[in-house]
């Protein structure tokens, strides 16, 4: 079975920084997907940003970037530039490729507060 | 991106009576939906896979007697709460994926159900 762990509950950036949410997980799959999802306080969940496993290649959205470490099963979220409309919970994700129809594993979340 | 439209957005129902909320895919046909359940300041569980002309798939703990879903179309997804009591009072999020398409999910607005 496949888990995600974050283990940062809450964090806190200053706008304008520079803040890296951490994610790890664990699967025996060699094909799959992982994403970071962003929930702000109405609740909706958004994709902020996708990355192929068998892509060596870090996957880029704007301010957003990830560092994939496909050995280390690790997969983080950079945010620069921070704003306060930043301000979620984010969620991390794993899906299996073709498996299980598209059900995606979260973690627990990441509470990211932007201070002005 | 794809569009999944979730309704209502929030729903107030007594105990004993039963809710339904519905999920659509807008501009999209998805084979499967899927089920979540978020507690406050919790990560989303997921309840059930929701399959077009099939039965559900539900989690381990899920009553299925209790949480019942209907996938009658390409589009529409509902899951209905029977006999709700408050302890089912929570946030409902459904999600959905293009068929054949394995970039991730998108989510419905969440249905927040309060049992009085």
């Known amino acids: 079975a496949q888990t995600v762990t974050q283990s940062q509950p809450e964090m806190s950036v200053q706008e304008a920084e520079t803040v890296t949410l951490s994610c790890t997980y664990d699967?025996?799959?060699?094909?799959?997907?992982l994403f970071w999802y962003k929930q702000p306080p109405s609740r909706q969940m958004i994709l902020v940003i996708r990355?192929?496993?068998?892509?060596?290649q870090n996957a880029t959205e704007n301010r957003f970037s990830v560092n994939f470490q496909k050995a280390a099963k690790s997969f983080s979220l950079k945010i620069s530039d921070s704003q306060l409309g930043d301000t979620a919970m984010y969620f991390c994700a794993f899906m299996a490729y073709g498996g299980s129809q598209g059900n995606l594993i979260f973690g627990k979340g990441t509470k990211l507060s932007v201070k002005p | 991106g794809a569009v999944v439209s979730q309704h209502p957005s929030w729903v107030i129902c007594k105990s004993g009576t039963s809710v339904k909320i519905e999920c659509r895919s807008l501009d999209f046909q998805a084979t499967t939906m899927f089920w979540y359940r978020q507690f406050p300041k919790q990560s989303l569980m997921l309840m059930a896979t929701s399959n077009e002309g099939s039965k559900a798939t539900y989690e381990q703990g899920v009553e299925k007697d209790k949480f019942l879903i209907n996938h009658a179309s390409l589009t529409l997804s509902t899951l209905t709460v029977t006999s709700a009591h408050p302890e089912d009072s929570s946030f409902y999020i459904c999600?959905?994926?293009?068929?054949?398409?394995?970039?991730?999910?998108?989510f419905g607005q969440g249905t927040r159900l309060t049992v009085v």
């Open positions: 699967t025996s799959e060699n094909n799959y997907y």
């Open positions: 990355q192929e496993a068998y892509k060596q």
């Open positions: 999600s959905a994926r293009p068929y054949r398409d394995s970039g991730g999910a998108f």
